[in-house]
């Protein structure tokens, strides 16, 4: 079937429970609505001296990012789509892009973009050809694509470690509590 492209194989994301170590079908994951804290980081914009402040719920898989998404209609990003940030800590530039799945709305209204762990940002770099940089291992530790003084670390401790780190290098800007839905 596959010799006659009636099947194709891929990379695709799929609902992992680190505990069983085995993935989860969409119709067994219960979403349900959380307290959350969404947590505002500075990106250095390159050859520059502006920043752009992205949003995120989960800081520790920023050693995952591929790109900083902004909506096109947004006239606070428009100046800054094509140019690269880079990713605090990580010392990694990205390309800032811009992509609809950015709400204006919701947190500073850019958002980082982790295709490896998130299925919006999956479905984002599929669209924009980005990258897919897996950090975590099947247990939920960080593994060897991260920073090396993150590696083996649980990603509850890692994002603790991370945000130390980011206050300390004046990268953090705020934290803000929110409900989200969890699967």
């Known amino acids: 079937l596959y010799n006659k492209k009636l099947i194709y194989k891929d990379k695709k994301l799929v609902n992992w429970d680190t505990q069983l170590q085995t993935a989860i079908s969409d119709l067994e994951v219960i979403q349900k609505d959380v307290q959350s804290q969404l947590y505002y980081i500075d990106y250095q914009i390159e050859n520059s001296d502006n920043k752009i402040t992205i949003a995120t719920t989960r800081p520790e898989t920023m ?3 591929t790109a900083v998404a902004v909506n096109p209609k947004d006239e606070r990003y428009t100046n800054l789509i094509g140019k690269n940030a880079e990713i605090p800590l990580v010392n990694r ?25 998130d299925f919006n940002d999956y479905d984002v770099g599929k669209r924009n050809n980005l990258e897919i940089i897996n950090i975590f291992t099947e247990d939920g530790k960080i593994n060897n694509n991260a920073i090396s003084s993150f590696v083996g ?8 470690k991370i945000l130390n780190e980011l206050k ?11 409900k989200n839905k969890v699967p």
Do not use: C, W
């Open 93 to 117: 530039k990205v390309k800032i892009i811009a992509d609809h799945y950015a709400d204006p709305e919701q947190g500073s209204g850019a958002v980082k973009i982790t295709p490896a762990h």
């Open 153 to 160: 670390l649980d990603r509850f401790e890692a994002r603790k």
């Open 63 to 65: 050693m995952g990012d």
């Open 168 to 178: 300390e290098k004046d990268f953090f800007v705020k934290e803000e509590n929110i």
